[in-house]
């Protein structure tokens, strides 16, 4: 399909064709950029790359899913406010280069099925698969955790907004059927099964995640502050991944009741990160779902980044017969929630929610029975 629009644009068939996932977090919520743990897994809708080299350092790019066209130069590469869809392609370049890799020029063709701007990362997606792209086309050594480091950093100093490591890591080295638990301060990661008699179900507010930049650099501040008075108070940490729970409680009054509150979220979110992981592995799915929704209680009440459609989702959810666990999942403020439902439930499930959803809110959420699958640098 992308093959095709590649020959509709530019008369030939591509030289290389690759493609990224977006993803979903089941547990581990805005504790990456707290160098702690998170616990996603890659879905079935991709973003893909489809391109052939040229060689005079010009980028003529195409955009399916925006039905536009850009061209630029690799010597003199700038944000374009008229092709916002056109900086995350920009921003890979220009860092790939900057570091000595060699980009000749190229013409491509890019699109796919990820939702934009419904906390499934779509632009981590893009990102990832701009970099491999060039990679392929391009035959470039890199390493797979500089590709994901160079793709956040396109999004963070070239887009212009300020996430953690946790998207891009996943949308290249997710693993079908299994989620990744990883440990966002030295990057080291292990696969976790996903057994097949449950379904990660995804359910879309269809609420844009209107306060979501904003918020997500406030509570990024916050979580410094933090830091910083707890360090004041004789608690001498980086981050709030070297916090835990008793340290909270001996330097409680360090902190103001919103910091606290913050600062809590994150030092139980970690916990339960472990502890899922943990469960996940000894197969108990129920202690897991638990371990979900306790984790959206503290985002709704501690960290206050849910909303009211996500939480009449997620309420919703744990009323459904065989759903083991639900929760918001992302940033917050609109776009989606995670639920690990039975199977053979998984279903009526989706009914079940689409309806509720409707009467209680009257809007419509779109429902997404997903497999847990390969990131763009999976090996098998
Ligand atoms: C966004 C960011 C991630 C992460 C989540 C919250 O998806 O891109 O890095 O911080 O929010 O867990």
Known sequence: MIEDTF?????????????????VNLIGEHTDYNDGFVLPAAIDRYIAF???????RKVRAHSIDFQDSVEFSLDDIQKDAAHPWSNYLRGVSKFLQSDGHQLAGADVVF???????AGLSSSA????????????????????????????????EFV????????????????????????????TY?????????????CNSGVKRALAQSEYEVRLKQCRQAVAQLGTAGLAVGTLREVDSQDLEVHRSALNDLLLKRARHVVTENQRVLEAVEVLEAGDLERFGELMHASHESLREDYEVSSKELDVLVELAWKQP????????????????????????????????RRGYQDALGLRAEIYVCRASDGALATG
């Open 7 to 23: 020959k509709k644009v530019f008369g030939a068939a591509p030289e290389v064709v690759v493609r990224a996932p977006g993803r």
């Open 190 to 202: 292990r696969h976790v099964p996903l057994r097949g008699d449950v379904k990660v179900v995804v």
């Open 111 to 117: 699109g796919g099925d990820v939702p934009r701007e």
């Open 50 to 56: 489809a391109g052939r080299q040229r060689n005079d």
């Open 125 to 156: 997606a893009v990102e990832v698969a701009a970099t491999v792209f060039w990679q392929r086309l391009m035959g470039l050594e890199l390493d797979p955790v500089y590709v994901i480091k160079l793709s956040r950093k396109a999004e963070n």
């Open 160 to 187: 212009g907004v300020p996430c953690g490591i946790m998207d891009q890591f996943i949308s290249a080295l997710g693993r079908q059927d299994h989620a990744l638990f990883l440990d966002c301060r030295d990057l």
């Open 322 to 353: 065989g759903t083991l666990g639900a929760r918001m999942t992302g940033a917050g403020f609109g776009g989606c929630t995670v639920n690990l439902v039975r199977a053979d439930a998984a279903e009526a499930f989706a009914e079940a929610v």
